[in-house]
T-cell receptor, first 111, second 111 residues
Framework: DVKVTQSSRYLVKRTGEKVFLECVQD?????MFWYRQDPGLGLRLIYF???????EKGDIPEGYSVSREKKERFSLILESASTNQTSMYLC??????????FGPGTRLTVL | GEDVEQSLFLSVREGDSSVINCTYT??????LYWYKQEPGAGLQLLTY?????DMKQDQRLTVLLNKKDKHLSLRIADTQTGDSAIYFC???????????FGTGTRLKVLA
């Protein structure tokens, strides 16, 4: 079974803090994704990575950056957290049949 | 249009069948997916259908695909309280790894 883990289930940060969200997968998948999920808006793609050190902007990259130094790890960085970044963040990889496998999510609250 | 459309809510009685509908955007999408999200959790793949199929059955789940109308449905037979969740349909247009998700349908099963 594919396993995608995220470093925290719940996180509370203050406005202006730098925030790191970590995602690790154990299936040697090349493609990894970060989404945010907000009520009524569904899932929106922030960034994705198709290989180590390779990244592409998704639909809402503003205010975020990413890092992929190792194949199994994909980090989402909020350089200066703001209250409108309070959300559920979901990491995913892609396997066979282009199926996405999701982590459990990190619920981030920015005060 | 660009949006994958789903109705927001569905309420059924335990033991009845549930039908969740989705209208997707790209008729050339190779695979179409249904994901389930339980409260506070990530998305879990339920099933997927290849675009050259009209129907796929997997235990209590039946997926119907109407390519002409770009309409996808998920039928859950003998719906149980454990089926209460948000259900997302998703497509992946060819030549991209960018999923397009619907906004999700919240299914509530009444005992």
């Amino acid at each position: 079974d594919v396993k995608v883990t995220q470093s925290s289930r719940y996180l509370v940060k203050r406005t202006g803090e730098k925030v790191f969200l970590e995602c690790v997968q154990d299936m040697d998948h090349e493609n990894m994704f970060w989404y945010r999920q907000d009520p009524g808006l569904g899932l929106r793609l922030i960034y994705f990575s198709y290989d180590v050190k390779m990244k592409e902007k998704g639909d809402i990259p503003e205010g975020y950056s990413v890092s992929r130094e190792k194949k199994e790890r994909f980090s989402l960085i909020l350089e200066s957290a703001s209250t409108n970044q309070t959300s559920m963040y979901l990491c995913a990889t892609i396997g066979g049949s282009d199926t996405q496998y999701f982590g459990p999510g990190t619920r981030l609250t920015v005060l | 249009g660009e949006d994958v459309e789903q109705s927001l809510f569905l309420s059924v009685r335990e033991g009845d069948s549930s039908v969740i509908n989705c209208t997707y955007t790209d008729s050339s999408s190779t695979y179409l997916y249904w994901y389930k999200q339980e409260p506070g959790a990530g998305l879990q793949l339920l099933t997927y259908i290849f675009s050259n199929m009209d129907m796929k059955q997997d235990q209590r789940l039946t997926v119907l695909l109407n390519k002409k109308d770009k309409h996808l449905s998920l039928r859950i037979a003998d719906t149980q309280t454990g089926d209460s969740a948000i259900y997302f349909c998703a497509e992946i247009p060819p030549g991209t790894y960018k999923y397009i998700f619907g906004t999700g349908t919240r299914l509530k099963v009444l005992a």
